[in-house]
């Protein structure tokens, strides 16, 4: 992936490389700096992030086609509680024959994260290239931080790029105002996008590390986004079904107990986070992520929930993402800052 020839005479020539201050004061290029420019112009000269960009960017216009194909009956269902929220309707609205783009997203981020960090170390060191950069004068710790770096600030990108142009094409063809909330939820939902890739980035950068083939690390990273998407809840689901009663023959309190127990079984999948957040956010008038009795339903009001309201419903979610990316990349960090690197 990366050109030592490159990056070598861009760390020999490091004195031509300045950032000028205000005062006139002269300052020479950091190695990090270069390293996460050399990365991100590996990553856009990249046959597969070229595929893997046109792909997530076919599902976009294609969700968003289908979106203002059906947007006229969206906001004028008055039995709907977020009908006002137009710009919102443009990422949920869907008529059966492509579902909205956070559920396409919940598919293509674990691809795309992926695809990115799968052979961010062990390609380097199958080409006998990783000693030689080790030799240059630079610190280990700068290498993993500017793979992962750089691979974020390409999703980042992207997914700003894309909800402004989701916000654009809305102005243009509705003319309508888009209201402070909208953008507030729409860049939640982008940032809640960004961290969620950046799991799955983390864990594949952690299988680069501990695998030595790319291949290996590719399949395994594969492998456990199969499991957690298609497999995980069949045996969640059957596990609790083998263990604990049938919820028919439970009391009211216990079938809520048991609801909650699935819930939160199901919640170690970061796929099941990710949707919980999103929609939560992208859908104002939903309340609640667990199950509620019919006396906390009796009282209620189907009206949209403010975005702060929305953004505390939604917080341990966001948090177990967040922590869960930490985890996997402070792990990586470990792992290669005590790996020996030979040739």
């Given at each position: 992936?990366?050109?030592?020839?490159?990056?070598?005479?861009?760390?020999?020539?490091?004195?031509?490389?300045?950032?000028?201050?205000?005062?006139?004061?002269?300052?020479?290029?950091?190695?990090?700096?270069?390293?996460?420019?050399?990365?991100?112009?590996?990553?856009?000269?990249?046959?597969?992030?070229?595929?893997?960009?046109?792909?997530?960017?076919?599902?976009?216009?294609?969700?968003?086609?289908?979106?203002?194909?059906?947007?006229?009956?969206?906001?004028?269902?008055?039995?709907?509680?977020?009908?006002?929220f137009l710009y919102l309707k443009l990422l949920t609205t869907t008529d059966g024959t492509l579902p909205p783009f956070h559920v396409l997203l919940s598919f293509l981020g674990p691809l795309l994260g992926i695809s990115l960090g799968f052979d961010t170390i062990n390609s380097e060191q199958n080409?006998?290239?990783?000693?030689?950069?080790?030799?240059?004068?630079?610190?280990?710790?700068?290498?993993?931080?500017?793979?992962?770096?750089?691979?974020?600030?390409?999703?980042?990108?992207?997914?700003?790029?894309?909800?402004?142009?989701?916000?654009?094409?809305?102005?243009?063809?509705?003319?309508?105002?888009?209201?402070?909330?909208?953008?507030?939820?729409?860049?939640?939902?982008?940032?809640?996008s960004f961290v969620y890739v950046g799991f799955w980035l983390s864990l594949s950068i952690l299988l680069s590390i501990r695998f030595k083939q790319t291949a290996t690390s590719a399949l395994t990273g594969i492998g456990i986004w199969l499991f957690l998407t298609v497999f995980y809840k069949l045996?969640?689901?059957?596990?609790?079904?083998?263990?604990?009663?049938?919820?028919?023959?439970?009391?009211?309190?216990?079938?809520?107990?048991?609801?909650?127990?699935?819930?939160?079984?199901?919640?170690?999948?970061?796929?099941?986070?990710?949707?919980?957040?999103?929609?939560?956010?992208?859908?104002?008038?939903?309340?609640?992520?667990?199950?509620?009795?019919?006396?906390?339903?009796?009282?209620?009001?189907?009206?949209?929930?403010?975005?702060?309201?929305?953004?505390?419903?939604?917080?341990?979610?966001?948090?177990?993402?967040?922590?869960?990316?930490?985890?996997?990349?402070?792990?990586?960090?470990?792992?290669?800052?005590?790996?020996?690197?030979?040739?």
């Open positions: 992936m990366k050109s030592l020839t490159v990056f070598s005479r861009s760390l020999s020539l490091k004195n031509k490389d300045y950032n000028h201050s205000s005062e006139g004061a002269v300052f020479p290029a950091s190695p990090f700096s270069i390293m996460v420019g050399k990365e991100i112009a590996d990553h856009l000269r990249s046959w597969r992030f070229i595929v893997l960009l046109s792909l997530i960017g076919l599902t976009f216009f294609g969700a968003l086609y289908v979106s203002l194909s059906n947007i006229k009956s969206a906001v004028s269902n008055t039995q709907d509680p977020d009908r006002l080409a006998g290239t990783l000693t030689r950069l080790m030799a240059q004068p630079l610190y280990r710790d700068n290498l993993i931080l500017s793979k992962f770096v750089s691979a974020m600030v390409m999703v980042g990108c992207l997914f700003v790029s894309l909800a402004l142009l989701m916000i654009g094409a809305g102005l243009l063809i509705t003319g309508v105002k888009i209201e402070p909330e909208e953008v507030l939820r729409i860049f939640a939902f982008v940032f809640i045996v969640v689901n059957l596990v609790t079904k083998a263990l604990f009663p049938d919820p028919a023959f439970l009391a009211p309190q216990q079938a809520l107990a048991y609801q909650e127990l699935i819930s939160n079984f199901l919640r170690l999948d970061p796929s099941q986070l990710y949707t919980d957040a999103t929609t939560t956010l992208l859908m104002p008038s939903v309340r609640s992520l667990g199950p509620l009795t019919m006396e906390q339903m009796a009282m209620a009001i189907p009206s949209p929930l403010p975005f702060k309201e929305s953004l505390m419903i939604v917080w341990p979610q966001v948090s177990g993402l967040l922590a869960a990316t930490v985890l996997c990349f402070a792990l990586s960090y470990y792992l290669f800052m005590r790996r020996e690197i030979r040739s």
